[in-house]
């Protein structure tokens, strides 16, 4: 993935994360989850992107 993508891809996951924040009403505790969870999801993202989970693929649990 080119850089140019990945930075608008965080730029439009940013603004819609901004948009549902600021515009639906929702009390603050789901908000909080809510902007968690995305941040969460966005830097496993990243680091699946870069390889950094390669290494756990060698990794077997079992037989």
Do not use: E
Request: overall charge positive; proline content about 5%.
């Amino acid at each position: 993935m080119p850089l140019i993508q990945l930075v608008l891809t965080l730029i439009v996951v940013g603004v819609l994360l901004w948009l549902v924040n600021h515009f639906i009403p929702m009390q603050s505790s789901i908000k909080s989850i809510l902007n968690g969870v995305v941040v969460i999801v966005v830097v496993l993202w990243i680091a699946n992107l870069f390889g950094l989970f390669a290494p756990l693929s060698r990794l077997h649990v079992g037989r």
